[in-house]
């Protein structure tokens, strides 16, 4: 219960079984291990076991363990702190913390933190037996949080901070709650994953409440940006899941960027609000006029989710893009409410500060599904875009209530009243609004709504696809902006529109709303009410 330090600094070596850094309650521990050439090396950290623990890794400095807890008991308090990148004679060498043989855990019990900042570098090459390289926030009660910060400018030679997860996945709140925060040029690489395909989760568990940050970027020369760096978050070989059964947010915000090229075995990359009872937040934010960089999320090679069997929510506001450019076992690049009882809600907002970077979703590959099984509802407003693509075998790219039982809501609107750009939405494929199930597309307010494609029967439209299904779609306004008229616009550049086709369909065009189909079937119609 007494107080304790242990400095192995200027090249020293020190090699031990078990370090217990804080043992008993009401103890406190500190450990500096400083300058290039200074090691520990272990085989058991415990940082906090029952109390205040403090691990502080700086200059070029290394320590090396087996295995690696922050925060054992509920009584205790454990920060690990990387930092900073030792010059040795022009040969750089950044401090750093590896963890090589079972998973690490910040916040067992208790609060743990690590923090990596001004190039520090930490190698999570272990995993537990379910797969997982690095646990935020384990058990109930527990608050784990990790912070990735910074850039080093060495004598003009640059080193993101960072950690890199080669073998396992990443839980960001298990049953607790985990923050993870990436900013201002830090770099998180997860190329590991866990044994379901996974390499991502915020917000594993019923019950926990988590979050994931991506944010910010640096600048070496502030005055032309000919040197910058991208925050990043990459997922080389698992799928990300925010809100698996609990609650999670994540954030890519101030040119922030996220990259996910793995999947699970359902061809899925992406899952916001996977499970029944969990909610899943993803936010995409922001553009920077300076420098031409905007946040992204890109979900390459895979599908994405939104409301799987959970709620779910994507949010594109600020000029920030995302992009999924593959397709599950269904044909499906984007769903939006999988399954039944599922909530899934995609909203693409507002412009960057000029008309070069739009909020944007490209669905490459694939159809979109809104509302699959579940409910699903689609905004794209206040100068948004949305480019769809991709198409299904049907030559379908957007589906609007695909399966009886489920509710598709599509809304297409606003004119950005800055840069006066209207909200658009395009595809390659062509639009079904209630395919088995109730659809609704509405265009209003100086919205446009264009269709390059047509299905197998040769339809650009079709407003009641299967029957029982209910469709009802209304084109209307003209709004004015700054002295300038937009009308609203329905347009069909390739094959027929066909109001009614096995179930009753509702098309509703008013206050100078506009449709222009020119497009036909293969009998040179191109307009049917009731097939």
Do not use: C, H
């Amino acid at each position: 219960s007494g107080n304790g330090s242990l400095n192995i600094t200027n090249g020293g070596n020190v090699t031990s079984g078990i370090g217990y850094i804080a043992d008993q309650f009401g103890s406190s521990g500190n450990v500096t291990v400083d300058g290039a050439n200074t090691t520990w090396n272990l085989g058991t950290l415990y940082d906090g076991y029952g109390y205040n623990g403090s691990l502080a890794i700086s200059n070029g400095a290394k320590v090396t363990s087996d295995s690696a807890t922050i925060s054992m008991n509920d009584t205790a308090t454990g920060t690990v702190m990387v930092s900073d990148v030792a010059n040795i004679g022009g040969n750089y060498v950044p401090s750093e913390w590896v963890v090589g043989t079972s998973a690490t855990v910040v916040s067992y019990n208790g609060t743990g933190s690590l923090a990596i900042s001004n190039g520090g570098y930490a190698d999570f090459s272990g995993n537990d037996g379910n797969g997982v390289g690095l646990y935020i926030g384990y058990a109930p009660g527990s608050v784990g949080n990790v912070a990735v910060t910074d850039v080093a400018n060495i004598d003009g030679n640059y080193f993101q901070s960072g950690f890199s997860v080669p073998n396992g996945a990443v839980v960001v709140g298990y049953n607790g709650t985990g923050n993870l925060t990436v900013a201002n040029g830090g770099n998180v690489d997860v190329s590991g994953n866990d044994s379901t395909g996974f390499g991502l989760y915020v917000g594993e568990n019923a019950g926990s409440t988590d979050t994931a940050t991506v944010t910010g970027f640096y600048i070496g020369d502030p005055v032309d940006g000919s040197t910058y760096y991208n925050t990043n978050l990459s997922l080389d070989n698992g799928a990300a899941v925010v809100g698996g059964g609990g609650n999670g947010t994540l954030t890519v915000s101030n040119n922030g960027r996220v990259t996910v090229d793995g999947a699970d075995a359902n061809g899925v990359g992406l899952y916001v609000g996977e499970n029944v009872g969990s909610t899943g937040n993803v936010t995409v934010s922001d553009y920077t006029d300076d420098f031409y960089l905007y946040s992204e999320m890109d979900v390459n090679n895979v599908a994405a989710i939104v409301g799987y069997n959970g709620n779910g929510t994507l949010t594109v506001a600020n000029g920030a893009g995302f992009t999924t450019s593959g397709e599950d076992g269904n044909e499906l690049g984007l769903a939006i409410g999988y399954n039944a009882g599922a909530t899934g809600n995609v909203a693409i907002t507002g412009a960057g500060p000029d008309s070069n970077f739009y909020s944007e979703i490209d669905v490459n590959d694939g159809a979109t599904a809104v509302g699959y099984n579940g409910t699903g509802t689609l905004t794209v407003a206040n100068g948004g875009e949305m480019y769809l693509y991709g198409s299904d075998d049907n030559g379908i790219g957007l589906y609007i209530g695909y399966n009886a039982g489920s509710t598709g809501n599509v809304t297409v609107s606003d004119v950005e009243p800055i840069t006066e750009d209207q909200t658009e939405l395009s595809l390659n494929g062509s639009v079904a609004v209630g395919y088995n199930g109730n659809g609704t597309l509405t265009i209003s307010n100086g919205g446009k709504l264009y269709s390059n494609g047509e299905d197998s029967n040769d339809f650009g439209l079709t407003i009641g696809y299967n029957a029982n299904a209910t469709a009802n779609v209304s084109v209307s306004d003209v709004v004015n902006v700054n002295g300038d008229s937009y009308q609203s616009e329905l347009y069909l550049s390739s094959g027929g529109l066909v109001v009614g086709y096995l179930s009753n369909g509702n098309l509703s065009v008013s206050n100078g709303g506009y449709i222009d189909t020119e497009g036909a079937d293969n009998n040179g119609i191109g307009a049917y009410l009731g097939y």
